[in-house]
């Protein structure tokens, strides 16, 4: 099982940029894609943006040209930047990754516990 930690969410003032970093462990996997979500009080949780296996990147049209998605294979580590925060921003923001278990080869799901971001106007 993959076990996800989020890292680097807090609070800034708009025009402000911030960076969250997200850590996938376990043992026997092999992760696909992997993607950020948010959630607003009141709201649908929503992609962000995502990242596939090879890095073929998608962002949702309200952070294109400010935000950032990447992904350290290496380290099973996919990392957010955040520039140009804008109040609307403001969330609870979720990491998600797409595994394949072995030895069984099927295939899950794993969510990080989830990291607030507030942007002050």
């Known amino acids: 099982q993959v076990h996800l930690v989020e890292s680097g969410g807090g609070l800034v003032q708009a025009g402000g940029s911030l960076r969250l970093s997200c850590a996938a462990s376990?043992?026997?996997?092999?992760?696909?894609?992997m993607g950020w979500y948010r959630q607003a009080p009141g709201k649908q949780r929503e992609l962000v943006a995502g990242?596939?296996?090879?890095?073929?990147?998608n962002y949702a049209d309200s952070v294109k040209g400010r935000f950032t998605i990447s992904r350290d294979n290496a380290k099973n580590t996919v990392y957010l930047q955040m520039d140009s925060l804008k109040p609307e921003d403001t969330a609870v923001y979720s990491c998600?990754?797409?595994?394949?278990?072995?030895?069984?080869?099927?295939?899950?799901?794993?969510w990080g516990q989830g990291t607030q971001v507030t942007v002050s106007s």
């Open positions: 990242i596939s296996s090879g890095g073929v990147r």
């Open positions: 376990g043992s026997s996997f092999s992760i696909n894609a």
């Open positions: 998600n990754a797409q595994y394949i278990e072995y030895p069984s080869r099927w295939f899950r799901d794993a």
